[in-house]
T-cell receptor, first 111, second 109 residues
Framework: KAGVTQTPRYLIKTRGQQVTLSCSPISGHRSVSWYQQTPGQGLQFLFEYFSETQRNKGNFPGRFSGRQFSNSRSEMNVSTLELGDSALYLCASSLGQDTQYFGPGTRLTVL | AQRVTQPEKLLSVFKGAPVELKCNYSYSGSPELFWYVQYSRQRLQLLLR??SRESIKGFTADLNKGETSFHLKKPFAQEEDSAMYYCALSSGSARQLTFGSGTQLTVLP
């Protein structure tokens, strides 16, 4: 079974731009969660989608948004990028209430 | 609010020695606890979860609700155990994990 995939793997943007990251879950998984990983704050939950509905949201500003499609693929968008948004963004999928399986992450650098 | 604390950022032990990675949590309800591991240049992966009560790669962890702890233990460390270990807590029906800051374990030859 193919694992969680994330595209792109690396991204460089400048302040003020917006960015869209993509996550393809394991086949059959309907839940997709997003996390931000930084050296200072560690791993922090962004949001979770299940069957195209946002089920839970972490403590991040409205510039961070996401969506899930009918095939369970998910995207997250960050608008008006700030230097502090530089991070590794991880996506995880699960069947529902089961174990989360993580993708390799997208490394975002904001200049 | 829920919180996970891993007091040791770095931990070094010699091969064959016992190892214990500490994890304490605060949560008012009944939490589900996990240990995730990240080997060098690999993705984050589940090591074990408390409800399974299994031993993976020789590691075990027992949930102690009285002490609100979920320490990870292995009686004889191996060099291939060197990795970053994260303790995590999940609550409610949504898949939201609260992670500790992680412990970098180095097993010396």
């Amino acid at each position: 079974k193919a694992g969680v995939t994330q595209t792109p793997r690396y991204l460089i943007k400048t302040r003020g731009q917006q960015v869209t990251l993509s996550c393809s879950p394991i086949s059959g998984h309907r839940s997709v969660s997003w996390y931000q990983q930084t050296p200072g704050q560690g791993l922090q939950f962004l949001f979770e989608y299940f069957s195209e509905t946002q089920r839970n949201k972490g403590n991040f500003p409205g510039r961070f948004s996401g969506r899930q499609f009918s095939n369970s693929r998910s995207e997250m968008n960050v608008s008006t990028l700030e230097l502090g948004d530089s991070a590794l963004y991880l996506c995880a999928s699960s069947l529902g209430q089961d174990t989360q399986y993580f993708g390799p992450g997208t490394r975002l650098t904001v200049l | 609010a829920q919180r996970v604390t891993q007091p040791e950022k770095l931990l070094s032990v010699f091969k064959g020695a016992p190892v214990e990675l500490k994890c304490n949590y605060s949560y008012s309800g009944s939490p589900e606890l996990f240990w995730y591991v990240q080997y060098s240049r690999q993705r984050l992966q589940l090591l074990l979860r408390h409800i399974s009560r299994e031993s993976i790669k020789g590691f075990t962890a027992d949930l102690n609700k009285g002490e609100t702890s979920f320490h990870l233990k292995k009686p004889f460390a191996q060099e291939e155990d060197s990795a970053m270990y994260y303790c995590a807590l999940s609550s409610g029906s949504a898949r939201q994990l609260t992670f500790g800051s992680g412990t970098q374990l180095t097993v010396l030859p």
